[in-house]
């Protein structure tokens, strides 16, 4: 399909979001591919991207890249694709109000203002799409993932909220809920973990052990991880169909803890999670 639509993409330097970029700019979109480094945006640029920088944790960073974006497409955006994330290890009792604050800052309140500087422009030309790329870690939540469990949770509330209020705008908004993914999100995490955490300090230092094997682990794959292009199919279903779905779930966990959402009490729920985390961690 061949397509003139306009489309932001926050989180283009690596893994879905350059991959979901460069896969739209080849069919046809007219693709804004925004990162917070300028040696990525250049990099993107040399491919034909028209790329901007977009930190979401600066309001002017924020206002200035879409003031620019609207510029160039005199007012309009058909879709806005809200990637960019990252994911702050620890246990919650080791999370200082500081490194929550920073995960929210990222992961939700920067999309949402974000977010709210694109719905105006949607409104006035009667459509849009408006994708968020969540996490099975919306749906449930694992150990030790804390913060970002959080953050995703905050996520979905605030989609279905606005999935109900442009009810009749012509704007659709969807969910993507990835299970693992092939990215540098692993070696991003243990970054923000070794600059927040303090294991020898912790109740949960045994634990930690596990968890720093998993983030640094070598070799082959985590099993069930597909490569981002899987989410690609969802961004381009949720783009494309009259009818774009609410949720989409890529890879089998993400399946399978839907489904156990639905049919498992809760303790049972709870045993399946801890069996899932200590296989993980050691």
Avoid at 208 to 215: A, H, Q, T, V
Wanted: hydrophobic share 40%; aromatic share 6%; with cysteine.
């Amino acid at each position: 399909m061949t397509s003139s639509k306009s489309i932001l993409i926050t989180g283009c330097s690596s893994g879905i979001g350059r991959c979901v970029a460069q896969s739209l700019h080849t069919r046809g979109y007219r693709v804004f591919a925004t990162v917070r480094q300028p040696a990525d945006m250049a990099e993107l640029q040399s491919q034909g991207l028209e790329s901007l920088l977009l930190d979401l944790n600066d309001s002017d960073s924020i206002n200035t890249a879409v003031d620019d974006i609207l510029t160039r497409t005199h007012g309009t955006l058909h879709a806005l694709f809200n990637n960019a994330g990252y994911g702050q290890p620890g246990a919650v009792e080791d999370l200082r109000r500081d490194v929550i604050r920073a995960q929210f800052e990222t992961n939700l309140f920067g999309m949402l203002e974000l977010t709210n500087r694109i719905i105006p422009v949607m409104r006035t030309q009667g459509h849009g799409r408006i994708i968020q790329n969540s996490s099975l870690l919306g749906l449930v939540a694992l150990p030790y993932r804390g913060a970002y469990n959080a953050s995703k949770f905050a996520m979905e509330g605030l989609t279905d909220t606005l999935r109900l209020e442009l009810a009749g705008s012509g704007i659709h908004i969807s969910l993507i809920e990835p299970g693992p993914i092939k990215s540098r999100f692993r070696a991003n995490a243990h970054a923000a973990y070794q600059r927040n955490i303090t294991p020898e300090h912790s109740a949960h230092r045994t634990r930690y052990s596990g968890l720093e094997k998993r983030l640094t682990k070598i070799g082959p794959a985590a099993p069930f991880t597909l490569p981002p292009e899987a989410v690609l199919k969802k961004v381009i279903h949720a783009l494309e169909s009259p009818r774009p779905k609410m949720r989409y779930y890529v890879t089998v966990p993400s399946y399978f803890f839907a489904l156990m959402r639905r049919i498992l009490p809760g303790r049972a729920q709870d045993w399946v999670l801890q069996q899932v985390s200590r296989r993980e961690n050691g």
